[in-house]
């Protein structure tokens, strides 16, 4: 089992220096077309590596073009909803410490949001608005935080605002990750004082993961009220998940 999980930690540490070479020698002239591809392959990659296969998304077609919004269960979730549909994110300012992909998200385009930091709210709105009226997808975890698989957190409305001034279609997704047995996969979870370290160790060291992406009714943020996007997004992903916001 030892030498199982060295093996696959080793295959991680090379594609993590395939992603730096990327964001060192292509993304700074790349076009936001071939940025995506890049993103999207390197994902695929990352995720398989790990173990995790990403089943084809159901629901309804995704948009080019909106504001996702998704429930948040692990650090995965960036990278399987990117190797589906690359995205521009939102993320919690701690990811930038995580070692090495946490420079990546950085290069790759994630947006950091410290929280209870308001001015940096205010500049990160103005940019995701930019980027959405730019024709970007852009996405976000309205929960804040990862929780437990069969719960899901109160969204948060704050950045739902950029999609109404942007005038952008709202897109919510719901993330799962099951086991061979369709059960929520044990080695998922990322809470409480889990480090990233002690997470990737779990997921390389179990068994096949399979992640499921759900792509629900987008919502026309144009003269909406973020409020209201958020409540109604929150139902969206709870129902598809067969969960209620505690």
């Known amino acids: 089992m030892k030498i199982k999980l060295y093996f696959r930690?080793?295959?991680?540490?090379?594609?993590?220096?395939?992603?730096?070479?990327?964001?060192?020698?292509?993304?700074?002239w790349a076009s936001h077309r071939l940025r995506d591809r890049v993103t999207q392959s390197w994902s695929r990659r990352l995720v398989g590596i790990c173990g995790v296969t990403v089943t084809p998304s159901t629901g309804v077609p995704a948009l080019a073009h909106a504001m996702v919004v998704a429930n948040h269960v692990s650090w995965l979730d960036i990278f399987v909803i990117n190797a589906l549909y690359p995205c521009r994110f939102v993320a919690k300012s701690e990811i930038r410490e995580w070692p090495v992909l946490g420079w990546l998200a950085d290069k790759g385009g994630t947006v950091f949001l410290a929280r209870g930091n308001r001015?940096?709210?205010r500049q990160i709105f103005k940019g995701l608005v930019l980027k959405l009226e730019q024709g970007e997808r852009v996405a976000f975890f309205p929960e804040g935080t990862?929780?437990?698989?069969g719960t899901l957190l109160p969204?948060?409305?704050?950045?739902?605002e950029a999609a109404v001034d942007a005038k952008v279609m709202v897109q919510p997704y719901a993330v799962s990750y099951v086991d061979a047995s369709g059960a929520p996969h044990p080695s998922i979870e990322f809470i409480g004082e889990m480090t990233f370290a002690d997470s990737m160790v779990a997921i390389l060291s179990g068994p096949p993961v399979t992640a499921r992406l759900i792509c629900l009714e987008a919502m026309d943020g144009a003269g909406a009220h973020?409020?209201?996007?958020c409540a109604a997004a929150q139902v969206a992903v709870g129902a598809a998940l067969g969960q209620q916001a505690v």
């Open 226 to 229: 973020r409020r209201d996007l």
């Open 146 to 149: 990862t929780a437990p698989q």
């Open 119 to 121: 001015r940096d709210l």
């Open 9 to 28: 930690l080793c295959r991680v540490f090379f594609h993590l220096l395939t992603g730096l070479s990327a964001c060192a020698f292509v993304f700074p």
């Open 155 to 160: 969204f948060h409305a704050n950045l739902f």
